[in-house]
Nanobody, 126 residues
Framework: QLQLVESGGGLVQPGGSLRLSCAAS????????LGWFRQAPGKEREGISCISKGGLTKYAVSVKDRFTIYRDNAKNTVNLQMSSLKPEDTAVYYCAVDPGASWYYAGLSASDYDYWGQGAQVTVSS
């Protein structure tokens, strides 16, 4: 019953911005730790950002100060605001949920997460 659907991907020029949204069904995003991951061609899936039940956040060094993760509880979504985008950010972006995390825990390891969306393509190119 638990389901995640990403949206908001697309083509953006270097230096531009995009906001990805992950719509949750079957659960309430406020009650779970959530994460954003990405996978570029030929590379492993990597953690980008995560947010704990209590709102604590983490960011990969590659996106720190450029990306922001946040919940929109009214819409039951978790979002990733991306700015100052670089060609190296081109990837498929996935949201995921960790049902078993404590209120303060969120991690950037994919193995922590049990449920995943289908992904959204983000292409940064001129």
């Amino acid at each position: 019953q638990l389901q995640l659907v990403e949206s908001g991907g697309g083509l953006v020029q270097p230096g531009g911005s995009l906001r990805l949204s992950c719509a949750a069904s079957g659960f309430t995003v406020a009650d779970y730790a959530l994460g954003w991951f990405r996978q570029a061609p030929g590379k492993e899936r990597e953690g980008i950002s995560c947010i704990s039940k209590g709102g604590l956040t983490k960011y990969a060094v590659s996106v720190k100060d450029r990306f922001t993760i946040y919940r929109d509880n009214a819409k039951n979504t978790v979002n990733l605001q991306m700015s100052s985008l670089k060609p190296e950010d081109t990837a498929v972006y996935y949201c995921a949920v960790d049902p078993g995390a404590s209120w303060y825990y969120a991690g950037l390891s994919a193995s922590d997460y049990d449920y995943w969306g289908q992904g959204a393509q983000v292409t940064v190119s001129s």
